[in-house]
């Protein structure tokens, strides 16, 4: 199976909480880099659809990391090819060149030539929060689309069952490939992907898989290409422009209670919720 | 002025509460606005949302609707929506499948779980949260139809204004063609006799701290608040908790006026799905949990000890 797999660097979301917002922009100075957490369970999950878990050296198709961004954004890349990703292409742009429908037109683009016979992305990336990007592109592909992926099981390259995690519960949906798919959390839990190579009860360790040292001086010599934005998608506006950014409100301290009967006290008589 | 078409969503013959936040949205846009249901039962559900002001509830019925899926919805959606210049969807897991698949096929931009919108003449502005909650961006749509989702805990459910709109029916188009390569299977619907968390008034919401405890320790709370049961992401990556209960930025955004937090430490991800809530109460044995930044009233103790005391309190009136 051929995928391709889109992923971008995000700065740090488990320190979000230290951005610094004016009303022109949103700084994220001394915050490092890492890749956004729904496209890095997507690199794991495409690695796991396209190996035997007992022999993950052999590589039983082909994944493909596309990310938008500068130069300095190729370490994202160089990362996921040592984990195991085979080739990876960089779109040179930067970040308010771009929108989620601009993304989509240039994947979708990229997607003529590669051919790929599933594109699996994360759901949502964490600064934006927009998630879109899966379903626009499916919908420019004329693919079907599976959002929200909590589980997938391969069904001999040609199609895929897919969990969905919707409000309320799991919907299971079957698709034909090529197909576009988005990851939820739960996909990389040790038994969320099954794939056609691996045994049925294999457990693979909760989250991403880590590089070898080893791994990550071959990463190095794997192909990364270069592609210019315009040439993928033309001379196109954004559909989406921001003109303003604000802090959220304030939430006023709280206060630390004693015991188990005041708070029921403060709850009654203060704040009047029960 | 604009004309807003928005979207209901049904579940299990019903039209969801959620879709009463794309209304109120629709209203505070002005002119005048239609709501389009669409499902295999649409015409029996039209009745519940007659009531609204609608300048007409228009109904998409169709066997082959029966399930919420993109590529049969999306078409039918896109046609109708090219007599209106705003299409709105509550931001819930089908609005936000559906949508963007609306907007591509309308050429339209799409801005996604917006927290609120600015009128100013002609001109539409909407804020989004980003980064997990930590800061609001302004947007504005530079095409001229335009698709939003609309964040449930940010526009209040609109009440009945009286009246009774039109009932028309519309006719259903062509499933895209990849709707051949996709396939309903089944839904596993978490069974609760509970509110939905997006319509809850209380929340009660459990951590990992509680182990496989979960529902010994939080359904007597839960029962006794008739409240919804939430639940963090290390509660529902463990299996303490199904996944469709977690709060978070990319699960459920709540905002109840009452939100119980027990066992959870308070991760970003965690804060960013529940710090609109009212009024806040944090029960946690680690004093320096982060949740206890965003909570009224924190309580450090042992939740074992803690939750049991506090039904009991409670059950004292």
Redesign the interface.
């Known amino acids: 199976m051929k995928i391709l797999v889109s992923l971008k660097r995000v ?1 740090d ?5 230290k ?1 610094k ?1 004016t009303p022109q922009k ?1 700084e994220t100075t001394g915050l490092e880099f890492k890749p956004n957490p ?1 496209d890095e369970y997507a690199v794991e999950t495409a690695l796991r659809l396209t190996e035997n878990a007992a022999n993950t050296k052999q590589r039983l198709g082909e994944v493909t990391v596309v990310t938008f961004g500068p130069k300095e954004a190729e370490s994202t890349l160089r990362a996921a090819l040592a984990t195991g990703a085979d080739k990876a292409i960089r779109v040179d742009a930067t970040d308010d060149a771009l ?3 601009l993304v ?1 037109r240039a994947l979708a683009k990229l997607i003529e030539t590669e051919k790929p016979d599933l594109v699996l992305l994360g ?2 990336e ?7 990007v899966a ?2 592109l ?3 592909l ?7 992926a ?1 589980s997938i099981k391969s069904e001999g390259d040609t199609a895929l ?1 897919v ?14 490939l090529p ?1 576009v798919v988005s990851v ?3 996909i990389v ?1 040790p038994r969320s992907v099954q794939s056609v190579h691996t045994k049925a009860d294999h457990a693979y360790p ?1 989250g991403v898989r880590f590089a070898a040292l080893m791994a990550i001086m071959a990463a190095k010599k794997k192909s990364l290409t270069e592609v210019k934005l315009t040439d993928l998608t033309g001379d196109v ?12 409100p304030a ?2 301290a ?4 004693k ?3 005041e ?2 006290e ?2 009654k008589t203060e ?1 009047k ?2 | 002025m604009a004309n807003t078409l928005v979207i209901a969503e049904l ?1 299990e013959g019903k039209v969801r509460k959620c879709t009463h936040s794309a209304i109120n949205f629709a209203r505070q846009v002005g002119g005048t606005f239609s709501i389009l249901v669409i499902g295999s039962n649409a015409r029996a559900a039209a009745v519940e949302v007659t009531g609204f002001g609608a300048a007409a509830v228009l109904t998409a019925e169709d066997a082959a609707l029966e ?1 919420p ?3 049969r919805y ?1 078409p039918t959606v896109a046609a109708v929506a090219a007599g209106f210049d705003v299409v709105v969807v509550t931001a ?3 609005g ?6 609306v ?3 309308l050429g ?6 917006i927290a609120a919108v600015k009128v100013d003449g002609d001109k539409l ?1 909407y804020k ?16 001229s139809k335009q698709v939003v989702s609309v964040r449930q805990s940010e526009f209040a459910a609109a009440e009945p204004s009286g009246g009774a709109s039109a009932i028309g029916s519309v006719e259903v188009s062509a499933a ?4 051949s ?10 069974k609760s006799e509970r509110p ?1 968390l ?1 319509e809850a008034r ?1 929340i009660v919401s459990g951590g990992r701290a509680l182990k496989e405890r979960f529902a010994e320790v939080l359904d007597p709370l839960a029962n006794l ?1 008739s409240a919804a049961v939430g639940a963090s ?1 290390a509660a ?2 463990a299996g303490y908790a ?3 209960l ?1 709060v978070g ?2 699960g ?1 955004v709540v905002a109840p ?2 939100y119980v937090a027990i066992g959870i430490s308070g ?3 965690h804060l960013a799905g529940m ?1 609109g809530s ?4 944090a029960i946690n044995k680690d ?1 320096d949990a982060p949740i ?1 930044q ?8 042992d939740l074992f000890n ?1 939750v049991p ?2 039904v009991t ?2 059950k004292k009136g």
């Open positions: 700065a979301p488990d320190n979000a909480n951005i917002v949103i729904f929108d989620g429908d989509a759901k949502q964490v600064e934006g929060d927009a998630n879109q379903q626009l499916a919908e420019y004329g693919w079907p689309q599976a959002t929200f909590g069952l969990g969905r995690e919707i409000d309320g519960g799991t919907m299971n949906l079957r698709v034909t197909a939820d959390l739960r839990a909760e506006g954004l559909k989406i422009k921001y003109t303003g950014f604000e802090p959220p939430r006023k709280g206060v630390k209670v015991s188990v009967s708070l029921v403060k709850l704040a919720v029960l | 579940s399930n899926i993109a590529e999306a819930s897991s089908f936000k499948d559906l949508a963007p698949r907007a591509a096929k339209a931009g799409y801005a996604s779980d502005s989004r949260p980003m980064f997990a909650g930590n800061a609001y961006g302004w947007c504005e749509i530079t095409t895209d063609p990849a709707a390569r996709v396939a309903f299977v089944s839904l596993e619907a978490g939905d997006g209380v608040l992401r529902c990556d199904p996944a469709e977690q930025q990319t459920r006026q009452l991760a970003i991800q710090k009212k009024a806040i109460v004093g206890f965003v909570a009224d009233y924190g309580l450090v103790a803690a005391e506090l309190e409670l």
